[in-house]
T-cell receptor
Framework: GQNIDQPTEMTATEGAIVQINCTYQ??????LFWYQQHAGEAPTFLSY??LDGLEEKGRFSSFLSRSKGYSYLLLKELQMKDSASYLC??????????WGAGTKLIIKP | GAVVSQHPSRVICKSGTSVKIECRSL??????MFWYRQFPKQSLMLMAT?????????EQGVEKDKFLINHASLTLSTLTVTSAHPEDSSFYIC????????????FGPGTRLTVT
């Protein structure tokens, strides 16, 4: 079956760095997405990885290892507004997104 | 670019009535649109995939006669919750994909449905 695993909840301090991991097992692979979702709102796109390596975009970076079925989202210089759920999703062989349950990130001052 | 709208953003209805939710791609043509449901503190659950001009493909466990999906044009898909019950109260989100073989999905802002 298809499976996406990520931690349920993480806590970090304002100004610090946090890494949110995601492991996956899917039928086919056409890329991995990270989305941010604030409570009561729709997800917003953060990053897309289809090749191995690190993609950096401002304070956010995303890493992919296809051989290990593993990705992480790295958030630097954390701000209070980064408190949200972070969703990992994999595009399978039919370009359908398989979603993880999301990681709730709590930022403390 | 790539804006998706949903209407209404919030709706409260009585048990037994039907509710229609519209999803529009404003600045691109969407060959495929997706409908998701999200219960509090849970992840997105794909309900169905709709392709313009053809019948929607429903995920296992989703009643197609209860959740009617119409993708009448390349910019509009509708989800009708028929004979709504309190357990149908949820956050319904649509997304749209511009073309075949593309990876990006653009999400609408969601519709909060409350059935009393």
């Amino acid at each position: 079956g298809q499976n996406i695993d990520q931690p349920t909840e993480m806590t970090a301090t304002e100004g610090a760095i946090v890494q949110i991991n995601c492991t996956y097992q899917t039928s086919g692979f056409n890329g991995l997405f990270w989305y941010q979702q604030h409570a009561g709102e729709a997800p917003t796109f953060l990053s897309y990885n289809v090749l191995d390596g690190l993609e950096e975009k401002g304070r956010f970076s995303s890493f992919l290892s296809r051989s290990k079925g593993y990705s992480y989202l790295l958030l630097k210089e954390l701000q209070m507004k980064d408190s949200a759920s972070y969703l990992c999703a994999v595009s399978d062989s039919n370009y359908q997104l398989i979603w993880g349950a999301g990681t709730k990130l709590i930022i403390k001052p | 670019g790539a804006v998706v709208s949903q209407h209404p953003s919030r709706v409260i209805c009585k048990s037994g009535t039907s509710v229609k939710i519209e999803c529009r791609s404003l600045d691109f043509q969407a060959t495929t649109m997706f409908w998701y449901r999200q219960f509090p503190k849970q992840s997105l659950m794909l309900m169905a995939t709709s392709n313009e001009g053809s019948k929607a493909t429903y995920e296992q466990g989703v009643e197609k006669d209860k959740f009617l999906i119409n993708h009448a044009s390349l910019t509009l898909s509708t989800l009708t919750v028929t004979s709504a019950h309190p357990e149908d109260s949820s956050f319904y989100i649509c997304s749209a994909r511009p073309g075949e073989g593309t990876y990006e999905q653009y999400f609408g802002p969601g519709t909060r449905l409350t059935v009393t």
